[in-house]
């Protein structure tokens, strides 16, 4: 408490710290102000695990968004090819049903419709692998956006050790003067 009430007379000779208090008063007003000073840094901290959860969150939904959307491309294109096919197969029976009137073929003797494009061995794989690309992508820039936060908050952990060994400083400085003049 000695210690408190040597502070409280120091400051009070410091015109510019402003600060007229004694003893308990002084010792509960520093007090508050640690525990404000506490109370903005963990909002601080928590408001950046908020947005990296957010950030986090954000990638894993735009990489099933894509996924999904390319398995319906997938799909509609299957059936825009099975469309295509079957109107070709009505216009091909239709052209041998004009051509060939009096002769009676049985359809399935007509050869099945061909397509000029040449088919792959797994329809949408391109696609797949471009959505899964970006998906990667997304997380590589979420994890950087990661590590700038945490460069961030060791900058910020840095400042604030400075600030209290300055705060240590002054006041040893303080103490010593006091103690010098007595």
């Not at 007379?9 to 102000?33: D, I």
């Not at 004009?98 to 391109?126: H, N, T």
């Not at 797949?128 to 820039?141: C, L, N, V, W």
Request: aromatic letters at 4%; glycine letters at 4%; one cysteine or more.
């Amino acid at each position: 408490m000695k210690v408190i009430e040597d502070i409280a007379v120091h400051c009070g000779a410091n015109l510019g710290f402003g600060v007229n208090k004694l003893g308990m008063a002084l010792r509960n007003r520093f007090g508050m102000l640690a525990k404000e000073f506490k109370k903005d840094q963990c909002r601080s901290m928590r408001k950046s695990e908020r947005e990296r959860i957010l950030l986090d969150v954000i990638a894993l939904t735009n990489g099933w968004d894509e996924n999904i959307e390319s398995d319906n491309n997938i799909k509609q294109a299957k059936q825009r090819k099975a469309t295509k096919s079957s109107e070709e197969l009505m216009r091909r029976l239709a052209m041998k049903e004009a051509s060939d009137d009096d002769s009676q073929e049985d359809v399935s003797d007509l050869p099945a419709a061909k397509s000029s494009r040449k088919r792959s061995a797994e329809p949408g794989r391109a696609k797949k692998k471009r959505t899964e690309e970006k998906r990667r992508y997304d997380a590589d820039e979420a994890e950087k956006r990661r590590q700038y936060e945490l460069k961030l908050e060791g900058r910020r952990k840095k400042a604030n050790e400075e600030r209290e060994k300055r705060m240590f400083e002054f006041i040893r400085t303080t103490l010593i003067q006091k103690n010098s003049k007595e």
